[in-house]
């Protein structure tokens, strides 16, 4: 309860007092967090439709709160964006990734890239392009390995400085997924302005193969069939049934990212799937 001038009170219901709450601590602890060392990248493998062998991963970040535990990063990166910490969050996964590729070529392990996750909010200031080109640089990282994930909503607001950041991005060679496809409704003519290298159908999309949705298997036929004109390769996230393995490897889906074949795992984890190279 909240008190108002003399003797109102207004009261709040105690859940919203505890998400108010939450929300206010968060966005404290989040300033410290990184000095502290609360940050740690998940990965979660990508692997090839038919064989199971693993592609690269997408590195997740998840936040070990010292009271509360794991949080989830769909529930503070929102926070994030709002308070701008997501452009210092953002910045310290660029260089967490590079000198972890870094890491796996000094230890003999064959690369293969890494994807992250970029907000529209760290597209739209200055210097993230000179940021990617320093630390692979300095860690003599071939940009290739390098995969930057951009929602399609963000593509839409057509924004001089994100799509100014791409170009620059893609100079480098730095590869470019257009990430939660189909929920944002681009048209095709932006597949073919951004020239993506990858496409990620949304998990939403998949999981309606197992509902039996005649719409949503027409889309996600087409996006494969358009994906392949256009020389673009298609990530389906969120597998998780056998029944939508079938169906995506029927339509000649590249590569899956879902349960069925892992969930996102810390470093130790993924670099044993690695001895193994595949996922069975
Ligand atoms: P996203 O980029 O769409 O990432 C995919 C999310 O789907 C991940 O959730 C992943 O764990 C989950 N997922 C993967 N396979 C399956 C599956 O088979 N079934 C189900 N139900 N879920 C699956 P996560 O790790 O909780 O991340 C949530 C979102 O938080 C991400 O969605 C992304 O938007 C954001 N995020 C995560 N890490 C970062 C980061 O380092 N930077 C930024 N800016 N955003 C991040
Ligand atoms: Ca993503
Ligand atoms: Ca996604
Ligand atoms: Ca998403």
């Known amino acids: 309860a909240k008190q108002h001038g003399k003797n109102n009170f207004q ?71 709002e ?35 970029v907000s529209p909010i760290r597209f739209m200031k200055k210097g993230l392009v000179d940021l990617v080109k320093t630390e692979l640089e300095k860690h003599n990282i071939p940009a290739k390995y390098l995969e930057i ?43 073919r302005e951004f020239d993506a290298d990858t496409i990620k159908i949304d998990q939403i999309f998949i999981q309606n193969i197992t509902a039996d949705n005649k719409k949503d298997t027409a889309i996600i036929s087409s996006v494969l069939h358009l994906a392949k004109g256009l020389e673009m390769k298609v990530i389906a996230e969120g597998v998780e049934e056998y029944e939508q393995l079938e169906f995506l490897k029927q339509n000649e889906c590249d590569e899956i990212q879902g349960y069925l074949f892992s969930k996102p795992v810390p470093l130790d984890t993924y670099e044993q799937m690695l001895q193994t190279g595949y996922i069975k």
């Open 11 to 81: 009261i709040f219901s105690y859940s919203k007092d505890i998400t108010s709450y939450k929300k206010y601590v968060l966005e404290k602890d989040m300033r410290k967090a990184i000095d502290k060392q609360e940050f740690e990248l998940y990965y979660q493998p990508q692997v090839e439709t038919n064989t199971g062998v693993i592609r690269g991963a997408e590195a997740l970040i998840r936040w070990h709160h010292a009271e509360w535990g794991l949080v989830s990063p769909g529930e503070f990166i929102p926070l994030a964006e």
């Open 83 to 117: 308070n701008h910490l997501i452009n210092h969050i953002g910045d310290w996964v660029i260089q967490k990734v590079c000198s972890q590729l870094r890491e796996w070529k000094d230890n003999g392990y064959s690369l293969r890239p890494i994807s992250i996750n």
């Open 149 to 191: 994930e951009i929602t399609e909503s963000s593509l839409l607001k057509n924004e001089k400085n994100v799509l100014a950041a791409l170009e620059g991005l893609k100079s480098l060679g730095v590869k470019i997924a257009i990430d939660d496809f189909g929920t944002g409704y681009a048209s095709l003519n932006y597949l």
